[in-house]
């Protein structure tokens, strides 16, 4: 027999008098939280109305309102850049970079964080964590500036050492075949400090007697740490990565803008950068909006199977 259920609905006005009392109460915290939402507003949802471009032959002289007054042209945009000799091309390279940087940059964190905590010394434990956290609030300009002084030819310290040991000079910023290692490379080591806290935080959070009840049945480090550990963290490492999956296809652009010349197009030219000249340099917008379009739906879409997949055979998910 089903049991009535104890939940009661309010009426209209309750419900507004219930708003009104949290409100009140939360006054303080809402008001710090309204800069980060009029942040997201203006700078995230505002603008997508502007995706109506995406369909249009937006001018610019038409005006910001010309996005609504421009001729139809329906999927024209995105049937010439998918017809055009760039578009796979640029596909590929924002793949592989990604999924290079996935590979080689999601791990590192977690590996990272159970050996950090498996540290007694504390004054080693935070000194280390110190250490590792600092090249993630370097900025990314100044990171491409070292490894254009340490990777130069004539200057450069890796060279030098080249040469010292009997090899010759390479000029690696200028080579397209090193273009991903070194982006991957000093991507990994800038933020990989950084992003372990998250993973610390939840290997803190692991009772100590589990531990201790591992120990008492004999389990030595690595068992607790494989039959242990990382179960524990699972839910944690799962939710990370579907929103790592989100971003497969939006490679930070700032620093392969920065990293990039002509000379390495081949492996370095990806979507956000084709955009910004399509955009910016020769001022297609109704084109770069249409690229940009399809880099977030591609995005969304990954987004959406993993989460199913996670949420059916793991009961773990993002909503």
Request: aromatic share 16%; net charge positive; proline share 4%.
């Amino acid at each position: 027999m089903l049991k009535k259920s104890n939940v009661v609905k309010l009426s209209k006005a309750e419900k507004r008098q219930l708003l009104k009392k949290n409100v009140k109460r939360d006054k303080y915290l809402l008001l710090m939280f309204l800069p980060v939402a009029i942040y997201y507003l203006l700078f995230c949802y505002l603008p997508m109305t502007g995706l109506v471009m995406s369909f249009q032959d937006f001018k610019p002289g038409q005006g910001l309102l010309g996005i609504y007054t421009g001729d139809w042209v329906g999927l024209k945009w995105f049937y010439q850049f998918f017809t055009s000799a760039f578009a796979w091309q640029l596909i590929r390279n924002t793949f592989l970079l990604s999924f290079y940087s996935l590979i080689f940059g999601f791990p590192i964190p977690i590996i990272f964080a159970i050996c950090i905590t498996q540290i007694k010394n504390k004054h080693v434990q935070r000194s280390a964590q110190l250490i590792t956290y600092l090249p993630y609030f370097i900025s990314t300009v100044v990171v491409v500036g070292m490894l254009t002084n340490f990777l130069s030819p004539s200057t450069g310290i890796i060279n030098q050492i080249i040469v010292k040991l009997g090899g010759e000079q390479i000029n690696f910023m200028n080579t397209p075949s090193w273009f991903r290692t070194l982006y991957v490379a000093s991507g990994s080591w800038q933020t990989f400090g950084f992003n372990s806290i998250i993973f610390v935080a939840a290997i803190m959070g692991i009772s100590p007697d589990l531990y201790e009840a591992m120990r008492v049945d004999g389990a030595n480090k690595r068992e607790q740490i494989w039959h242990l550990v990382l179960p524990m963290i699972k839910p944690t490492i799962i939710l990370l990565l579907i929103m790592s999956l989100g971003s497969l296809l939006s490679v930070g652009f700032e620093k392969v803008y920065l990293m990039y010349n002509p000379s390495v197009y081949d492996t370095a030219d990806v979507i956000s950068t084709y955009v910004y000249r399509q955009g910016i340099e020769n001022k297609n917008f109704s084109y770069a909006t249409a690229v940009g379009l399809f880099n977030s739906l591609v995005g969304f879409t990954i987004v959406s199977i993993s989460n199913s997949f996670s949420r059916k055979f793991n009961e773990t998910s993002i909503w």
